[in-house]
């Protein structure tokens, strides 16, 4: 029994602000004051404020330590393990309030927070099995093998109005349903765990945080249509989620969650990893099954519908991995429970990777209808160094950018369509008034271009034209009649490209045309970049009134395009400057201009 | 993993070692003083037999603190303990085998064992 449990987040973001040797430092520490029959440390998965990372939080007191160093921890250790005085300095300021302590749940991070596919990320030690039991871990399990049919299951799965958290949004009861009609034999249950779209990590949060929760809704599914393999398709490139996976994987199959006659109910079922390369396609469900059967990851014509002929030819389901988080929750407290939170269409909560231009940076889980005000001003604590909110990209390269002016946005499926945008898979990336739109849609486009597979041509050689457009506005050789041609192409790539990455991949650009037109006229019509990003169309130039003649821009110059004497006014040389702002940060004068 | 009623039984053995992570607002809460006097006059004893006999009991509503000076030194080691809704009760000069005492007389129970309590100890010197 210890008296005092210490949680260190070891997710991707803490690890790589050094949360390891913090948790070996409290390690040494703890043995060096003789607690470590007292003091339990544990590893967890992510707390989700990544931006104050390496995150520690003591408990019974739930103190919540931010930015925590490895030269702190000997004083939390004697200060506060030992002589039970709280380290205040350390203390994430939000939870520090006229020198009383709040808890954190009612700091505006948290405050309108509602997790539920995280609800033991950052809670419980993902690498031990018994922590996800304490927390009624594979009790949904044992209630569906034990009490429930694969009819009720579909039943509650259909109640609860839970819809795939991937980024389409198709119900998830439909996808098993289709799968459980087809005649019995080999079936498949797929975990989707490619996570692939710039800025999101929710699904990387879950796998670290929280695995069993899993592998748990897998078999759940496996029962209801009538598999007994199941595949988790993850990326190499997450080596710590595929460590607890593994894990995980090693530990349900001892104590018998997953293997032969499970809850002695005769109900087979085992799970294998499958690790993906890094392609952006392979998240597309056709392209992933493809993969895992050992093919170049392409995606194919549907129908015939994965649920009818997929992996292997076999009827299967795929699932993302936040979808399958919800279910053992669902299945547990009732589909009415999930289907009260959310808006009419949409249920339940979904996870949002805050990232770009924003105060807490970090993984954020709030009911669907919230709005997109609430996200970025309240739990994202807005633009820092008081810049304005501009607009907010969602949905990653398959999305599109939500302008200021729908700020008061509620957040769910359709209202992110209806405004030419899409959930993806819950990237969240703000944007302020230093960000060129064209710009932005000029580097989606160019996310998508190198990630098409090259299977279809609308996908294969649309989107370089599209690029190609994108790149001569963004030097200011774009003509107007570019942005007709522009929106025409993207039409056509959406109607015609063969699978879910062609098809959204102008979205980006579709809706930065819509929202922010008058900014690709400026760069068309006055060679003009309103942000002042696009390097070919600024002018870095030398006031030779406030010019001192310090020389300190010339030496830090890297192509030597600055000349002049000592203290005398200074000149650049427009055709050997690289416009990389380098004298603009050095002269204390401000007496270099960016135009 | 045979039945059901096998895991809700793993769970419900489980679950004593975390509850320390949850909102403990509604607990009791033992506080055992832990600055310099307290350690010197024999604190951690008491603080790891509080814990053991907690863990021992199963008592699932008692939180185990710690906490600095409160300026009675030489009536260390000083445990406090809080009930929802009732007076602080303060013990003082504890020892292990009193701390045990307390588990069951004043947590289990609910009898504040007067003779430990510092207005007994410390009486009209006080």
């Given at each position: 029994m210890y008296r005092s449990h210490v949680l260190c987040c070891g997710g991707t973001g803490c690890t790589s602000s050094g949360s390891a040797k913090i948790i070996e430092e409290f390690e040494k520490e703890i043995a060096a004051t003789g607690l470590t029959e007292e003091v339990k440390v544990v590893k967890t998965g992510c707390f989700g404020l990544c931006a104050l990372g390496p995150v520690v939080i003591v408990y019974p007191e739930g103190s919540f330590y931010s930015?925590?160093?490895?030269?702190?921890v000997k004083e939390i250790v004697d200060e506060h393990l030992l002589k039970g005085r709280i380290v205040k300095r350390l203390l994430y300021t939000e939870t520090v309030v006229e020198d009383k302590i709040k808890s954190l749940d009612e700091t505006d991070f948290y405050k309108k927070q509602k997790r539920v596919a995280l609800r033991n990320c950052g809670v419980i030690d993902p690498e031990d099995i018994n922590e996800y039991i304490a927390y009624d871990g594979y009790m949904a399990l044992g209630k569906v093998l034990t009490e429930m049919t694969p009819e009720d299951v579909i039943e509650t799965l259909k109640v609860s109005g839970l819809r795939g958290r991937g980024g389409a949004g198709f119900p998830t009861w439909l996808k098993w349903n289709f799968a459980k009609a087809q005649p019995p034999g080999q079936k498949y249950v797929c975990c989707n765990a490619d996570e692939g779209d710039p800025g999101a990590f929710m699904d990387r949060s879950v796998l670290e945080g929280d695995p069993h929760s899993v592998l748990e809704a897998m078999a759940i599914a496996g029962y209801t249509i009538g598999a007994s393999q199941g595949y988790i398709y993850v990326r190499a490139e997450y080596p710590i989620a595929v460590k607890r996976l593994e894990i995980a994987l090693n530990q349900a199959r001892e104590m018998g969650f997953l293997g032969k006659n499970i809850f002695e109910t005769g109900f087979d079922f085992d799970i294998d990893i499958r690790l993906g390369a890094g392609a952006f396609v392979c998240g597309e469900e056709t392209a992933l099954m493809t993969s895992i059967e050992g093919h170049r990851g392409e995606p194919r014509p549907r129908p015939p519908f994965p649920a009818v002929k997929g992996l292997f030819g076999k009827p299967s389901i795929l699932n993302n991995v936040e979808t399958w988080a919800n279910i053992p929750q669902i299945i547990l407290n009732g589909p009415e429970w999930f289907a009260s939170m959310g808006t009419e269409k949409s249920k339940g909560t979904k996870v949002f990777a805050l990232g770009g231009k924003i105060h807490n940076t970090g993984l954020v889980e709030v009911p669907m209808g919230t709005t997109l005000r609430e996200i970025v001003e309240e739990i994202g604590g807005g633009c820092p160094n008081g810049k304005k909110f501009k607009a907010a990209q969602t949905g990653g390269p398959s999305g599109g950018c939500i302008p200021a002016s729908l700020i008061d946005t509620e957040i769910d499926y359709d209202n992110l369509i209806a405004i030419g945008s899409m959930m993806g898979s819950g990237g969240l990336i703000v944007m302020d008034e230093d960000n060129c739109m064209v710009d932005i849609a000029k580097f989606f486009l160019e996310f998508t271009v190198d990630e098409s597979c090259g299977k279809c041509t609308p996908c294969r050689i649309g989107t370089k034209r599209l690029y190609e457009m994108l790149d001569r506005i963004t030097r200011g050789e774009g003509k107007m009649e570019d942005l007709d041609k522009m929106e025409e192409l993207c039409y056509y790539i959406k109607e015609n490209a063969l699978c879910g990455l062609g098809q959204t991949a102008p979205n980006p650009v579709l809706s930065t045309l819509k929202y922010f037109r008058d900014e690709y006229e400026a760069h068309v019509k006055e060679k003009r970049c309103p942000a002042g990003v696009c390097k070919h169309l600024l002018q870095y130039q030398i006031v030779a009134d406030k010019c001192k003649g310090c020389t300190l821009c010339a030496r830090n110059c890297p192509v030597g395009a600055i000349a002049g004497t000592v203290k005398n006014p200074h000149v650049i040389d427009q055709s050997k400057c690289i416009k990389c702002g380098a004298c603009i940060e050095k002269?204390?004068?401000?007496?270099i201009v960016r135009k | 993993m045979k039945s059901l009623a096998e895991l809700q039984a793993l769970r419900d053995k489980v679950k004593t070692n975390m509850g320390i992570r949850a909102d403990d607002s509604g607990n009791t809460r033992v506080v055992v003083g832990m600055a310099t006097c307290g350690i010197a006059a024999g604190a951690r004893p008491v603080l790891q037999a509080f814990t053991e006999e907690v863990a021992k009991k199963n008592l699932q509503n008692v939180t185990i603190a710690q906490t600095g000076c409160i300026g009675i030194c030489q009536y260390e080691p000083v445990v406090e303990v809080f009930e929802p809704g009732k007076e602080k009760v303060t013990y003082v000069k504890m020892t292990p085998e009193k701390a045990s005492q307390i588990v069951q007389k004043h947590l289990i129970n609910g009898q504040v064992v007067q003779e430990y309590t510092i207005g007994a100890v410390a009486g009209s010197k006080l």
């Open positions: 930015r925590v160093k490895p030269e702190d002269c204390k004068f401000g007496a | -």
